[in-house]
């Protein structure tokens, strides 16, 4: 059995809880309390889970017994221990009332083919659950959830390399930051190219990240923890004053979450010098002063930030003076969960001083012309593959792809250094009537509307545990 079919056998267990009322979220936040000590007995690492609160002791429980001990291990590891395994079950409480169900997710865990999981990877199989809820439309995960193949492109591109201190202000569940360590693991023969004292940097110091909603981070830390990762992971808002103290980075590779603060308010950094009340834009103020000289970034923002005005136009001639802003991919929309979000990564480079930095941008359009993304048609790298290359030519000038072109610093100024610019003239398509299939204009439709009814329930759970979204 490969880790696939683990993941697939491990989500259908949901169907389990349908009557419990619990949501795909909540179930993926409980089977992360029960697949931590699972995964501590097959990696043999009980040793930090006190005696008497590890696998064996919970899947020798059943009936009224189980749900009580089980509700007395969460407080407990929550409260009585210490490191990764206090700040996974940090206020944990369960939403499982049933004692039968609980007892047969356990039992089916405990069946799973371990040895087939530990080849293949924990932290793959782990990550397989993660995206399984985000392309749940039900769980509304997926609108915090990048596609795997964006991640892995920006971070090839960004090449973080060991000894580089790398840092996602917006974590999520810590995706970029195991794609950055799985890179420099690449590069250097899983880590065994290194001395003792590197090593032990890219495993405790080199990859941090700050996540604000509790579960998420729980989330975060697991899959930090599977991927071989102990760096810290601060339960925060980098947009308030913790985040004045996230500095001196080399690498910044992120997605931070779109929207405005609640009723305008302003962010509450007394650093911003255009402190507003959207968060991508405070974000990206965060992100650029957070590197150091040299340092380097990919940020994915939505196409609001390359046009807002005000705050939003101040904002982007500072980053242009105070970074080399080289590229731009215009994204293709129907990537991410939320359809119909138009956005884009933009690269840059911290310059030696705060002024001029920017002598012109690179645009790469892959929104033009592109198919609608979704289940039937996903991303896969080889839709980048144009982009990677004009991205890494020696030459960028002697690039031939019309979605790659070149405007200089002065044609941004311009247009009042709006960067809503780059794409390609798109033409009228004509419709070929002979294979018009209006059954399949109706499912299409369907499917968006369900998109959207998913949406507004992910935004609901969000408003539930995060006020200010």
């Not at 880790?3 to 619990?22: F, P, Q």
């Not at 913790?242 to 509450?268: C, H, I, Q």
């Not at 982007?316 to 003076?321: P, V």
């Not at 990564?345 to 920017?358: A, I, K, M």
Request: glycine residues 8%; aromatic residues 10%; charged residues 25%.
């Amino acid at each position: 059995m490969n880790n696939r079919e683990i993941v697939a056998k491990l989500w259908n267990l949901s169907n389990v809880l349908r009557d419990d009322g619990i949501t795909y979220h909540q179930y993926v936040t409980e089977l992360t309390y029960i697949l931590f000590l699972k995964m501590a007995k097959e990696t043999a690492a009980e040793s930090a889970i006190p005696a008497g609160y590890r696998w064996d002791d919970l899947r020798t429980k059943s009936g009224i017994e189980l749900k009580r001990f089980y509700r007395d291990l969460l407080q407990f590891l929550g409260e009585e221990t210490t490191g990764r395994v206090q700040e996974i079950y940090a206020g944990a409480s369960t939403n499982i009332d049933e004692p039968k169900n609980l007892q047969k997710i356990i039992a089916s865990i405990d069946a799973l083919d371990w040895y087939s999981a530990r080849e293949e990877g924990l932290g793959n199989l782990y990550e397989g659950l993660l995206e399984k809820n985000a392309n749940e439309k039900k769980s509304g995960a997926g609108q915090y959830f990048t596609p795997r193949v964006l991640i892995d492109v920006m971070v090839r591109l960004v090449d973080p390399q060991p000894g580089e201190l790398c840092n996602d202000p917006a974590c999520g569940t810590f995706g970029f930051m195991i794609a950055a360590s799985e890179h420099v693991r690449r590069a250097t023969d899983d880590l065994f190219d290194l001395n003792s004292d590197q090593a032990a940097f890219q495993v405790r110091r080199a990859f941090t990240g700050v996540e604000l909603v509790h579960d998420t981070h729980r989330l975060a830390l697991m899959n930090a923890m599977l991927h071989g990762i102990e760096s810290p992971i601060f339960l925060g808002d980098t947009l308030s004053p913790l985040g004045k103290s996230l500095t001196g980075y080399d690498v910044v590779l992120t997605n931070p979450p779109f929207g405005t603060k609640r009723g305008g308010e302003r962010a509450t950094r007394d650093d911003f010098t255009f402190p507003t009340s959207n968060k991508q834009l405070n974000f990206l103020q965060h992100i650029y002063r957070s590197l150091k000289p040299g340092g380097r970034a990919a940020v994915v923002l939505p196409d609001n930030v390359l046009f807002a005005d005000g705050d939003g136009r101040r904002i982007r001639t500072d980053l242009m003076d105070k970074c080399n802003l080289h590229t731009i991919l215009r994204l293709p929309t129907g990537i991410f969960y939320a359809q119909g979000v138009k956005t884009n990564v933009l690269f840059f480079e911290r310059g030696p001083s705060d002024r001029g930095n920017t002598e012109g941008v690179w645009f790469y359009d892959l929104r033009t012309d592109m198919p609608s993304f979704g289940k039937r048609t996903p991303l896969t790298v080889e839709h980048f593959a144009g982009f990677e290359a004009a991205y890494t030519a020696e030459d960028r000038g002697a690039v031939e792809d019309e979605r790659w072109s070149y405007l200089s610093r002065d044609d941004i100024a311009a247009t009042d250094d709006s960067l809503d610019l780059g794409l390609v003239q798109t033409q009228t398509e004509q419709v070929d009537w002979s294979t018009y299939d209006p059954a399949e204009q109706v499912r299409e439709a369907a499917g968006l509307l369900e998109d959207a009814l998913g949406l507004l329930r992910g935004l609901e759970a969000e408003l539930s545990t995060d006020g200010t979204k």
